[in-house]
């Protein structure tokens, strides 16, 4: 309405999206599953993101609210904080919004770029009483108990998932896990053997020194007779 060019509805790689103009100043928005039917004012508003909800009243520095790869945040001073919904891109004031980022900031941080804030809680395990949050990840929504996680199907909506379903998912998904198998301990090395004893031990223990042999002892020459001398004659 504001610059009579025409708005294209166009498919890509990462889904259905909108487009305004051409070349390098055309404009594209990506199309949230959860506005129900597109019509020309969500087009419009989809084409007007990123919206500046305010400045921060402690810090003078804008407030943003848009639409990322995984939904819609705000965002201020590189602090980030996840929105529930896109409506909420368009809605959220400056009260809600410094809350939002307080939160965000007290529970770790970046949550708009990963999964670590649940789009929705949906409330304890009717079994194990531990809380269930549904997420938004890599490759689609899913419900975890902090221990499994579990991908919902096509044929469940996020936005009608009850807390019996997400209870089922759960332990379907535990069910179906393998499990873990154990470790074997490693085989213990067989003693060394000891060595024979040698023979010369004697059987209590103690070597018997043998006795030791005297040498014979040796004769002395016999002395030669003296020859008799001759009588001398009368």
Do not use: C
Request: proline fraction near 9%; charged fraction near 30%.
């Amino acid at each position: 309405p504001d610059t009579g060019q025409p708005i294209e509805r166009k498919s890509g790689r990462f889904g259905p999206y909108l487009q305004i103009g051409e070349g390098e100043d055309r404009k594209m928005a990506s199309i949230p599953k959860d506005i129900g039917e597109l019509n020309l004012e969500w087009a419009v508003k989809l084409l007007s993101l990123p919206r500046t909800v305010g400045n921060h009243p402690e810090t003078g520095e804008p407030i943003i609210a848009t639409i990322g790869k995984f939904g819609p945040y705000l965002k201020h001073e590189g602090k980030y904080a996840r929105l529930t919904t896109t409506a909420d891109v368009f809605e959220t004031g400056m009260n809600a919004a410094v809350v939002k980022l307080a939160e965000a900031a007290a529970g770790g941080g970046r949550t708009a770029r990963g999964a670590q804030a649940p789009l929705k809680v949906l409330g304890n395990h009717p079994r194990t009483e531990a809380e269930i949050k549904l997420m938004e990840g890599r490759y689609g929504p899913y419900v975890t108990d902090g221990t499994t996680n579990a991908t919902l199907p096509k044929s469940i909506e996020k936005d009608q998932l009850t807390l019996e379903e997400a209870a089922s998912l759960i332990d379907a998904r535990a069910a179906a896990a393998p499990a873990t198998k154990k470790k074997k301990a490693p085989a213990k090395k067989p003693a060394a053997k000891k060595a024979p004893a040698k023979a010369a031990a004697a059987k209590d223990g103690e070597a018997k020194a043998a006795p030791v042999k005297k040498a014979p002892a040796k004769k002395a020459p016999a002395k030669k007779a003296a020859p008799k001398k001759k009588a001398a004659a009368e």
